[in-house]
């Protein structure tokens, strides 16, 4: 067998790939195929992988959301009605003032909640601004910096928009799609969300303290109440096991009267259970998106942004701006300042 020359050698040829860009229309040369490629004139980002269709469940996506809207509003409805009819019978036989009181602050509490949600619900996520692109002479440089191309509304989409499959638009500045409000939550009614969860909050801390005090003043006086509180007295500097027994004592037989509880404290229990688990999910729902507020990211850029070096500015200034306060508020608040010193050393 004749073996081959050493002048003989094997080259790869790479053949150059052609692509359009569609921020500005020109043509590019790439190296190389390339799915996904920046244009080096307007910046703006190709993405050839093929497009998913939109799946057909839409509309059971749709009929969800409008579950969980109806099945919110008749909660919150319930808490307010059921509050009104359980709680204030018992707040106006203690005293006149107190019941016009709770009555009042009910009714600024109910408003301010059902207010929020209502606009949180049927206001505009954020649309994005309409912006120019297809042709080189109307498209600058840079103009497009990071901008991708959405398949499903055939416009361009800035790196903090995100198309939503369920409202099937792209919402600018888009946080999640929350199915209780059967919207999205972005740039045009995150205010308000936030809003609808800080009332909310302090609606459902409301109503159970005031289904306590309600609670309390329904049941029917303890058998040797004396006897309990003569207990507590002298427990009072005893030991921490001495004090907890009594606790215990005192609560069983607390226990043993909501045998006797009417209707109505039964209504008033449900509605403690009901109000302390919705106030503490929506709690944490708040403390989570105050702390994205301040690391100036939404929930869905914090996805995107894990495994990453990429990190945001955290500095109070952020909430600031978030709920349109002026910068002169920061300088006259000295804790603020204290915070952003901290954080930048």
Same mark, same amino acid.
């Given at each position: ?9 094997? &080259? ?11 921020? !500005? ?45 109806? =099945? ?43 207010? &929020? ?9 954020? =649309? ?21 191309? !959405? ?9 903090? &928009? ?7 638009? !792209? ?39 005031? !289904? ?132 930048? &050393?």
């Amino acid at each position: 067998m004749e073996e081959p020359s050493q002048g003989s050698f094997v &080259t790869t040829i790479n053949e150059d790939y052609e692509a359009v860009c569609w921020g !500005c229309g020109l043509n590019l040369v790439l190296p190389s195929y390339a799915p996904v490629f920046k244009c080096g004139w307007c910046g703006a980002i190709t993405n050839q992988n093929p497009v998913r269709p939109e799946t057909k469940s839409f509309g059971l996506r749709r009929f969800r959301d409008r579950c969980f809207v109806v =099945i919110l509003a008749v909660f919150m409805l319930f808490v307010i009605c059921g509050g009104i009819w359980a709680a204030y019978p018992v707040l106006f036989s203690i005293s006149l003032a107190c019941g016009i009181f709770h009555c009042v602050t009910t009714a600024c509490l109910a408003i301010s909640t059902l207010s &929020t949600f209502i606009l949180v619900a049927f206001k505009c996520a954020g =649309i994005p601004p309409t912006i120019l692109y297809g042709t080189h002479p109307g498209v600058g440089n840079s103009a497009l910096n990071n901008y991708t191309f !959405c398949n499903y509304c055939s416009k361009p989409k800035s790196p903090r &928009t995100h198309h939503c499959r369920t409202c099937r638009m !792209c919402v600018l500045d888009m946080d999640h799609h929350c199915p209780f409000i059967g919207n999205c939550v972005g740039a045009g009614n995150h205010k308000q969300f936030i809003a609808f969860l800080i009332s909310a909050v302090i609606s459902t801390i409301y109503a159970a303290v005031m !289904c306590v005090y309600s609670v309390i003043h329904i049941l029917p006086p303890l058998e040797n109440g004396a006897a309990y509180a003569s207990e507590v007295a002298h427990v009072a500097h005893g030991n921490s096991l001495s004090i907890l027994r009594a606790v215990k004592n005192i609560s069983f037989a607390y226990l043993a009267n909501a045998v006797f509880i009417s209707v109505r404290g039964l209504v008033l229990v449900y509605l403690f259970v009901a109000s302390v688990s919705v106030a503490i999910g929506l709690s944490v729902l708040l403390w989570q998106q105050l702390s994205y507020i301040y690391e100036g990211k939404t929930y869905l850029s914090h996805l995107s942004s894990q495994g990453t070096e990429e990190d945001g500015e955290k500095s109070c200034r952020n909430l600031l701006l978030f709920f349109g306060c002026p910068d002169s508020i920061e300088w006259q608040l000295p804790t603020i300042r204290k915070l952003r010193k901290r954080h930048k &050393t």
